[in-house]
């Protein structure tokens, strides 16, 4: 795991800010844009065997299992573990939280899982490759594997921006997105802060659609659906994300939701 040795030092420095900036279900892009998607690619999960993949703070497993899935799910950060183990309803609903690389899971036999859910996550795990790999030697055959990314077309990274002017409310709108040199995958570092405001580097991989859909079929996959997510239209998600923020992802895709199922 020696290649994913920054991934952990960064999340377990942050796992208390993040948890507590994610809350119960999520923040506000989870909650009203990511999510919704998610489990609605994933379908029914009631008496499945289920894997969340980079777990983090583990609110995903937690609704996985609230829906009546039997829920494993992994992290690389022992801290990010910590704190989700913690958790009164991890506990009462029984989900068992391990330590470890979604690119090397030896405690899990071949076949293991009906579905593997990735939230968030495969942008920071620099070899993609073996990470769908191993979702694939997990899943049992027809099992579904469903991941959400920031969409990698409209990439964070110098160069790409959104441009956005302010409205009379006070709020910032988006005009249009710039994207620039989208073609070249490269890491580049996002600053997170902790709870002291100290920041620290994510290491954050830009790739393109050809590369995520590319490496996924030939690790064994078929692809079976995709939603490019929008929040509703409630005065509840405009509160919550904002009205700008709302707007700007009414008319621009900034996630992906895929779904695959293993050959």
């Known amino acids: 795991m020696r290649h994913m040795e920054g991934v952990a030092t960064a999340w377990d420095a942050l796992a208390k ?3 507590a900036m994610q809350g119960e279900v999520g923040d506000g892009n989870q909650q009203w844009i990511i999510n919704p998607a998610l489990f609605a690619l994933a379908g029914e999960v009631r008496g499945q065997r289920v894997l969340d993949a980079a777990c983090g703070g583990g609110h995903i ?9 039997g829920v494993t799910a992994i992290d690389i950060s022992p801290r990010m573990i910590e704190i989700a183990k913690a958790h009164p309803e991890s506990q009462a609903l029984r989900v068992q939280y391990v330590v470890g690389s979604v690119t090397e899971m030896p405690e899990f036999a071949d076949g293991s899982f009906d579905l593997v859910v ?7 795990v620099p070899e993609m490759g073996r990470a769908f790999a191993e979702f694939a030697r997990v899943l049992r055959g027809g099992g579904r594997l469903v991941f959400s990314l920031p969409h990698p077309c409209y990439p964070r ?10 409205g009379g409310d006070g709020e910032w709108y988006l005009d249009y997105y710039q994207v620039s040199d989208y073609l070249n995958e490269a890491t580049e570092p996002v600053p997170l802060p902790d709870e002291n405001d100290e920041l620290h580097p994510v290491p954050t991989i830009h790739r393109t659609l050809t590369s ?11 692809l079976d659906g995709l939603i490019e997510p929008q929040p509703p239209d409630t005065s509840e998600a405009k509160a919550e994300l904002g009205m700008g923020w709302w707007e700007a992802n009414r008319r621009i895709p900034y996630y992906l939701v895929v779904r695959a199922r293993k050959l």
């Open 157 to 166: 990274r110098e160069g790409s921006r959104g441009v956005s002017h302010e």
């Open 118 to 124: 990735s939230s968030m996550a495969l942008m920071n």
């Open 17 to 19: 800010s993040w948890t």
């Open 212 to 222: 995520y859909v590319g490496t996924m079929v030939r690790s064994g996959f078929v």
């Open 61 to 69: 497993a937690r609704e996985l299992a609230q829906r009546g899935a």
